[in-house]
């Protein structure tokens, strides 16, 4: 079993869905969760961040992170073309050590 | 700012032939890593350091050396190159906060190397 998964994708949404995106692990040590967004033929960027479990909001976007189900969620509400990218689901153990990527969802929202 | 830089953003090589990847930060960054993306795979940490003089192996090191000789250079060794390492690599970096490092990682825009 791999340490962290994601849905596969991928995705394609009509302009204004809401999009739901999910990652599950394995390993109890991750404190930090993170989501990173990569547009085509550019380098990962970090969209959100969030410790522990709860949720956190951000303009069209809400982590979620469920520790003891061991599984985070990025929603995007009203989503757009510029959404159109692939999500990666990234965590690590409190001291930054033992970072890991999901191998990323690719989300297309259709105008 | 430039941020992380990556040099050069495309190359051929055939199978057997040697390169260096070389990758700059000017964010003064403690922390930078080495990863390759393969379709399906995510990101896969090769090798990373935690300050000037120091390498540490990552998930997939085999056939990569890297040096890191001054705190804002990383670069990535490849002494013979194989079909198997046909990739996008990216450089990042991260700064360090109590000691260890903090969690935000700053990407450079890629390095896309075709072997044949």
């Known amino acids: 079993q791999k340490e962290v998964e994601q849905d596969p994708g991928p995705l394609s949404v009509p302009e204004g869905a809401i999009v739901s995106l999910n990652c599950t692990y394995s390993?109890?040590?991750?404190?930090?969760f993170m989501w990173y967004r990569q547009y085509s033929r550019k380098g990962p960027e970090l969209l959100m961040y969030?410790?522990?479990?709860g949720n956190k909001e951000d303009g069209r976007f809400t982590a979620q992170v469920d520790k003891s189900s061991k599984y985070i969620s990025l929603f995007i509400r009203d989503s757009q073309p510029s959404d159109s990218a692939t999500y990666l689901c990234?965590?690590?153990?409190?001291?930054?050590?033992?970072?890991?990527f999901g191998p990323g969802t690719r989300l297309s929202v259709l105008p | 700012n430039a941020g992380v830089t990556q040099t050069p953003k495309f190359r051929v090589l055939k199978t057997g032939q040697s390169m260096t990847l070389l990758c700059a930060q000017d964010?003064?960054?403690?922390?930078m890593y080495w990863y390759r993306q393969d379709p399906g795979m995510g990101l896969r940490l090769i090798h990373y350091?935690?300050?000037?003089?120091?390498?540490a192996k990552g998930e997939v090191p085999d056939g990569y050396n890297v040096s890191r000789l001054k705190k804002q250079n990383f670069l990535l060794g490849l002494e013979s190159a194989a079909p198997s390492q046909t990739s996008v690599y990216f450089c990042?970096?991260?700064?360090?906060?109590?000691?260890?490092?903090?969690?935000?990682?700053?990407f450079g825009p890629g390095t896309r190397l075709t072997v044949l």
């Open positions: 990042a970096s991260s700064s360090r906060v109590g000691g260890v490092s903090y969690n935000e990682q700053f």
């Open positions: 390993n109890s040590a991750f404190q930090y």
């Open positions: 969030t410790y522990s479990s």
């Open positions: 990234a965590m690590s153990s409190w001291d930054g050590q033992n970072f890991v």
């Open positions: 964010m003064n960054h403690e922390y």
């Open positions: 350091s935690v300050g000037e003089g120091t390498t």
